[in-house]
């Protein structure tokens, strides 16, 4: 009961999740094409707001006093308050939801925007034992190296967190986002670092689209049918490999049924589809964090 309870909570963030990935996208595409390798002081007609003095952060449930006045400042639309207030939560160390969402203005306001300390921020959240956000912040970090902000261009290291998002250790709570980014991004082999013979990017990008197809993407669902009906046109030798690595982790099924299993709304169900799909993962990517 304890891990439906979560799944309930979990569900609710995802959805909040998936509110701003328009405004992110949006945000990577700026990056993209005229976005600095270093955060520049943002330039606005509008002067910052006040931000209010705030007591010491105290331990509030599983979160902390800090991150509910940020919560707060949020809902009055103060992005400054609400960041100084996330900046404390995180700087308390109670829990690292604080540091979550001071690296998501950091990145996402323009105003106060400055990818070197989202960064900061999202490594801490990436790296932490938090099933619920760690997804989420990893793919922020993937988009970081894969753009080149704050930092040189990375794919190798761009791959690394958005695989993390998308088939993270542990429990297999995910980003879909971070698959689809994930599944768009597959570096060359040169790039990744590994030999071209034992490098397979079309599996690689129809396991992550599988993937981020149990998120309740119905986008990816069809792009995962779609490679693996090309690669099936063009007598693909990942095929192969797939089914191998299929039976290795006794997959129930077979590998060209992941986006029909990937559906499934029974909780367990999915769970053990994404654990299958995990250790396929670590298989064809020779996956090592």
């Known amino acids: 009961m304890k891990a439906r309870g979560y799944l309930c909570t979990h569900r609710n963030w995802e959805n909040g999740m998936r509110s701003i990935w ?21 330039k606005s007609g509008k002067a910052l707001k006040a931000v209010p003095p705030l007591s010491p952060c105290t331990k509030d449930a599983n979160v902390d006093s800090c991150w509910r006045a940020g ?87 761009a791959f690394s967190y958005f695989a993390k998002a998308c088939f993270p250790r542990g429990e297999p709570f995910i980003d879909g986002n971070g698959c689809e980014l994930l599944g768009n991004n597959v570096p060359d082999a040169d790039a990744a670092g590994v030999p071209e013979e034992d490098w397979r990017p079309d599996y690689i990008a129809y396991l992550a689209f599988a993937m981020g197809c149990s998120d309740n993407m119905p986008a990816q669902c069809n792009r995962a049918q779609a490679i693996h009906q090309r690669a099936v046109k063009q007598s693909a030798n990942w095929l192969e490999r797939c089914a191998e690595d299929a039976k290795t982790v006794q997959f129930r099924a077979r590998c060209e049924d992941m986006p029909r299993l990937a559906s499934v709304k029974e ?16 298989l064809a990517a020779d996956y090592v964090e």
Not at 25 to 41: C, E, K, L, R, T
Not at 113 to 126: A, F, N
Request: charge should be positive; charged fraction near 20%.
């Open 71 to 157: 919560v707060k400042a949020e809902k009055g639309e103060n992005a400054e308050a609400a960041l100084a207030a996330y900046d404390a939560s995180c700087a308390a160390g109670f829990q690292v939801g604080g540091c979550y969402e001071a690296g998501k203005i950091y990145f996402l306001n323009a105003k106060l925007r400055d990818y070197g300390k989202s960064k900061q921020k999202m490594e801490r959240v990436c790296e932490s034992t938090d099933v619920g956000i760690a997804p989420y912040a990893c793919k922020y970090l993937g988009i970081i190296y894969q753009n080149g902000l704050s930092v040189a261009p990375r794919p190798d290291r």
């Open 22 to 42: 328009v405004a992110l996208v949006m945000v990577m595409g700026v990056a993209v094409v005229s976005g600095p390798a270093v955060a520049q002081p943002a």
């Open 267 to 282: 909780y367990d169900a999915r769970q053990s589809f994404r654990l299958s799909v995990v250790r396929m993962f670590r």
